[in-house]
């Protein structure tokens, strides 16, 4: 219990420093749990609290890990048989740090066992989060083929059809994805009607860091989805 409450205080924080593009607090936390894992080497959970911490601080400018801290963590996840919600706690907030085609069998295995298992509320959610940050990271870091596979694996399992706010972040990723700005737009009018004013501001978020055009300033170009 001691282990889950001290995961749910960290991502808490970690998502408010991140919210609020807060680099110092970021970097001061990043240290501190550094520093701490240092002190007790053989604490796996510590170490992973550190490099939950680093990848938000990494996510700020979509940075990348090192080899050696990417290859530590698919180490991790290469021995897990059944996801644990401290499993997909783990990998969602590290995914948009790590080159994302190496997570491609442990996210086909969150799905199956998605479909195959009753998943408690709290790991589906995780679980979206996963998927929201997967293809961001996929679209970031341009490989195309991990976007479709990705796409077409949330479609086939069907998942979390009933999440309007997962639902609006999928129609916002196959928006940028296609470059179809009428599906980009539709996700601003469901995040605005809903009063998703998080899910708006990382839109925002995103479109300004990548300098992607507004999908509200209308060219004369038209929508070009990718085939």
């Given amino acids: 219990m001691e ?29 501190l749990l550094q520093n701490d894992t240092i002190k007790n080497p053989s604490d796996p959970f510590m170490r ?7 990848s938000t601080l990494y996510h700020l400018d979509f940075l990348v890990a090192s080899i050696d801290d990417q290859n530590e963590l698919i180490d991790y996840f290469f021995n897990i048989s059944y996801w644990q919600f401290y499993d997909l706690c783990l990998l969602a907030n590290v995914v948009n740090m790590i ?17 195959t ?7 589906v959610e995780t679980v979206s989060k996963i998927l929201i940050n ?9 490989k195309d083929d991990f976007t479709r596979y990705l796409l077409d694996k949330i479609k086939k ?8 706010k997962f639902q609006t972040w999928l129609l916002f990723w196959t928006g940028v994805f296609e470059n179809n ?19 708006l501001k990382n839109f925002d ?12 300033f209308e060219d004369t170009k038209k929508d070009t989805p990718k085939s």
């Fill in 99 to 115: 080159h994302v085609e190496r997570i491609t069998p442990y996210i086909f295995d969150i799905l199956k066992q998605y479909a």
């Fill in 205 to 216: 978020k995103f479109l300004t860091i990548t300098q992607t055009p507004s999908p509200f």
């Fill in 157 to 164: 399992y069907k998942f979390n059809t009933d999440d309007f």
């Fill in 134 to 142: 997967a293809l961001e990271t996929s679209i970031i870091q341009k």
């Fill in 3 to 31: 282990k889950k409450n001290n995961l749910k205080t960290l991502t808490t924080v970690l998502s408010q420093y991140y919210q609020d593009n807060d680099r110092q607090k970021l970097n001061q936390l990043t240290q």
């Fill in 48 to 54: 992973h609290y550190y490099l939950m911490s680093l």
């Fill in 181 to 199: 700005n009428n599906k980009v737009r539709h996700a601003y009018s469901i995040a605005t009607y809903l009063h998703q004013n998080i899910t």
């Fill in 117 to 123: 298992n009753n998943m408690p509320t709290a790991s």
